[in-house]
């Protein structure tokens, strides 16, 4: 599977991928073949942001 293009479910894949797969969001964007500012930038763009303690993205608290 590729990496979702919509950020929504860009945020689903992701966090799961963390959850079950992933110590790392590096991790994953190197095993997907991304770059891990391209998926941080997608969820920024709708109010996430990537907590490296829990290994998640989490809704931004400013919002």
Do not use: C, H
């Not at 770059?35 to 989490?58: C, H, M, P, R, W």
């Amino acid at each position: 599977m590729s990496v979702p293009k919509d950020p929504f479910m860009l945020l689903s894949w992701v966090n799961m991928k963390l959850r079950d797969t992933y110590p790392t969001l590096e991790e994953l964007a190197a095993a997907e073949m991304t770059e891990a500012a391209e998926i941080t930038g997608k969820l920024e763009s709708v109010g996430y942001f990537y907590d490296s303690e829990k290994n998640q993205f989490v809704i931004s608290q400013s919002l």
